[in-house]
Antibody, heavy 120, light 109 residues
Framework: QLQLQESGPGLVKPSETLSLTCTVS??????????WGWIRQPPGKGLEWIGS???????YYNPSLKSRVTISVDTSKNQFSLKLSSVTAADTAVYYC????????????WGQGTMVTVSS | SSELTQDPAVSVALGQTVRITCQGD??????ASWYQQKPGQAPVLVIY???NRPSGIPDRFSGSSSGNTASLTITGAQAEDEADYYC????????????FGTGTKVTVL
């Protein structure tokens, strides 16, 4: 069955760039039936959609983060990635990658999540 | 931008029925999806579309929608249903954006 796995540094310094990768296994990232997304959850708080990407490279971002976010896809590696620049302590969160159904508009498969702390 | 509002917490007696609501303008255009999240775990999709359950989700979970309000109903709540629940929908302002609800903590008594 399809699985998603986030990877990347667990600690990032303020003002630097957070970089995470999501590896998709058990299926192709190039399916026309799905988008791929990033969602985050600060400690003790709710979920926040960061952005989504289609295998063709089309991207969609949360307006509140748009100026700092870049999502990219590498179909040859079956991966997609998140970069968030100029991070502050407010960006400390568990970051999840997830598959987004084009029919039904639902995030149906999630990675386990990775905790990223912004601290000097 | 759209917002989705949920009650912070609800409680239900074991075996009884509980309804969790989600309100927002985007729900006039798009169905909500619902996610269950237990402590330390990733969210799990429980309802999407008009009232669709992914494989493995018990049929005690159901969804409905009217106007700007979506509802998730748990009929015959079990102890394992105690969790946080989040709604989510596509943002009706366009450009393929998404928004999550504020979350509801469900306690099974």
């Amino acid at each position: 069955q399809l699985q998603l796995q986030e990877s990347g540094p667990g600690l990032v310094k303020p003002s630097e760039t957070l970089s995470l990768t999501c590896t998709v296994s058990g299926g192709s990232i190039s399916s026309s039936s799905y988008y791929w997304g990033w969602i985050r959850q600060p400690p003790g708080k709710g979920l926040e959609w960061i952005g989504s990407i289609y295998y063709s490279g089309s991207t969609y971002y949360n307006p509140s983060l748009k100026s700092r976010v870049t999502i990219s896809v590498d179909t040859s590696k079956n991966q997609f990635s998140l970069k968030l620049s100029s991070v502050t302590a407010a960006d400390t969160a568990v970051y999840y990658c997830a598959r987004l159904r084009t029919v039904g508009h639902a995030f149906d498969i999630w990675g386990q999540g990775t905790m990223v702390t912004v601290s000097s | 931008s759209s917002e989705l509002t949920q009650d912070p917490a609800v409680s239900v007696a074991l075996g009884q029925t509980v309804r969790i609501t989600c309100q927002g303008d985007s729900l006039r255009s798009y169905y909500a999806s619902w996610y269950q999240q237990k402590p330390g775990q990733a969210p799990v999709l429980v309802i999407y579309g008009k009232n669709n359950r992914p494989s493995g989700i018990p049929d005690r979970f159901s969804g409905s929608s009217s106007g700007n309000t979506a509802s998730l109903t748990i009929t015959g709540a079990q102890a394992e249903d105690e969790a946080d629940y989040y709604c989510n929908s596509r943002d009706s302002s366009g450009n393929h954006r998404y928004v999550f609800g504020t979350g509801t903590k469900v306690t099974v008594l």
